[in-house]
T-cell receptor
Framework: KAGVTQTPRYLIKTRGQQVTLSCSPI?????VSWYQQTPGQGLQFLFE???????NKGNFPGRFSGRQFSNSRSEMNVSTLELGDSALYLC???????????????FGQGTRLTVV | EDQVTQSPEALRLQEGESSSLNCSYT??????LFWYRQDPGKGPEFLFT???AGEEKEKERLKATLTKKESFLHITAPKPEDSATYLC???????????FGKGTRLHILP
């Protein structure tokens, strides 16, 4: 079955602009999480959406926001871009039911964002 | 807050030289501990989920084990194609989000 799809793969933006990234999860997965990956900080959790509701949030400023649609597709938005926002943004989907199993997440290939 | 620490940061091995990667964690009620492999410029690839102490899982040359405080990823007779960054992550019942360690960069020399 198809994996997690992220678009676009690469983006170059200017400081002060805003950007929207898209993620289509694996069919049947209702949870979508977003991560920022940089060489120094590793993978940092941004937020998780489940059934169109934000279920969890990391320690990022309010410039980072997201949403999830009824078909489980998700978008992430970053406003007023800063140079430090340059990173690989990864989306992951999971079944994420409340039981003990099926908790692993499957990742897309990421969107490489460069802010100049 | 849930935390994951991986060691070593980097490891160079000769082809065929077995070794282990360490993942120490603190979590409030473990829902799952995960191992991923990541190649440069790509998203992490899921390898294993471990749920409780004493559990072990194997895939080809990789074997993951779990105790109440740490997990090991054992690599037996590695090949150059096993070179990658290996990431450990946990999901706890309280915070209920997947938290990653910074990874171990593994380089297998032919």
């Amino acid at each position: 079955k198809a994996g997690v799809t992220q678009t676009p793969r690469y983006l170059i933006k200017t400081r002060g602009q805003q950007v929207t990234l898209s993620c289509s999860p694996i069919s049947g997965h209702r949870s979508v999480s977003w991560y920022q990956q940089t060489p120094g900080q590793g993978l940092q959790f941004l937020f998780e959406y489940f059934s169109e509701t934000q279920r969890n949030k990391g320690n990022f400023p309010g410039r980072f926001s997201g949403r999830q649609f009824s078909n489980s597709r998700s978008e992430m938005n970053v406003s007023t871009l800063e140079l430090g926002d340059s990173a690989l943004y990864l989306c992951a989907s999971s079944l994420a039911d409340r039981g003990r199993r099926n908790t692993e997440a499957f990742f897309g290939q990421g969107t490489r964002l460069t802010v100049v | 807050e849930d935390q994951v620490t991986q060691s070593p940061e980097a490891l160079r091995l000769q082809e065929g030289e077995s070794s282990s990667l360490n993942c120490s964690y603190t979590v409030s009620g473990l829902r799952g501990l995960f191992w991923y492999r990541q190649d440069p410029g790509k998203g992490p690839e899921f390898l294993f989920t471990l749920y409780s102490a004493g559990e072990e899982k194997e895939k080809e040359r990789l074997k993951a084990t779990l105790t109440k405080k740490e997990s090991f990823l054992h690599i037996t007779a590695p090949k150059p194609e096993d070179s990658a960054t290996y990431l450990c992550a946990v999901r706890g019942f309280r915070d209920d989000k997947i938290i990653f360690g910074k990874g171990t960069r593994l380089h297998i020399l032919p």
